[in-house]
């Protein structure tokens, strides 16, 4: 050992580089979504509403209603009612907390380097908060906003089996929201008993 060794500053000298290293990453983006559930209470036939994206030559897929949460919003909750409000003309009860998603944070396809047009890389993460709740009411015909007044492609509103057969029928995304919900029916289902509180 060399004079003036200090096992304690040699510890503290190694945690200081290893925390270093785990850096957090910046939250630059919050969406909320709701796992909207259709049927009554108690039921064991409930529905599961999505919105299958049909974008010009790329494959379908489906989405559960929800988006960015914008600066007007108050809260996540608040973002949440708005999207369903605008996506589905709909209101959405029990709203209940079920899953948060955390994936890098991927620039726009205009976002480029101005250098040969290469990408962006990712500058922080998109945290994506997934509620469970109940449909109280939906008019498409009250739909509104970018999606609807200038949409890139198709949203077509359908209703799919809330059952692991439903789930596993349609492309939901993202693929960890569609793995959560596999291995997770009850569990959601639970999540709007009239005894949670």
């Known amino acids: 050992m060399s004079p003036g060794f200090s096992w304690e500053r040699g510890f503290a000298a190694a945690r200081t580089r290893q925390m270093s290293l785990m850096t957090v990453r910046p939250v630059v983006k919050r969406t909320a979504r709701a796992i909207l559930l259709a049927g ?3 039921s ?20 559960t209603p929800g988006g960015g949460v914008e600066p007007e919003d108050e809260t996540v909750v608040a ?3 708005r999207e369903v409000d605008e996506e589905l003309g709909g209101k959405v009860v029990d709203v209940v907390p079920a899953f948060v998603d955390t994936v890098p944070h991927s620039p726009l396809p205009h976002c480029l380097d101005g250098m040969g047009g290469t990408p962006i890389a990712a500058h922080g ?32 509103v359908v209703r799919v089996p809330f059952t692991p057969e439903g789930i596993a029928s349609v492309e939901v995304v993202p693929p960890s929201l569609r793995s959560y919900l596999a291995r997770n029916i009850e569990g959601v289902r639970a999540l709007l008993a009239d005894d949670l509180g």
């Open 40 to 42: 009554e209470p108690g």
């Open 44 to 63: 064991d036939e409930l529905d599961m509403i999505l919105i299958k994206r049909t974008k010009p030559g790329q494959a379908p897929y489906w989405i």
């Open 79 to 81: 973002a949440l009612h």
């Open 125 to 156: 993460v998109k945290v994506q908060h997934f509620f469970v709740c109940r449909l109280a009411s939906m008019d498409l015909s009250r739909r509104h906003g970018p999606e609807v007044d200038e949409p890139l492609g198709t949203y077509d």
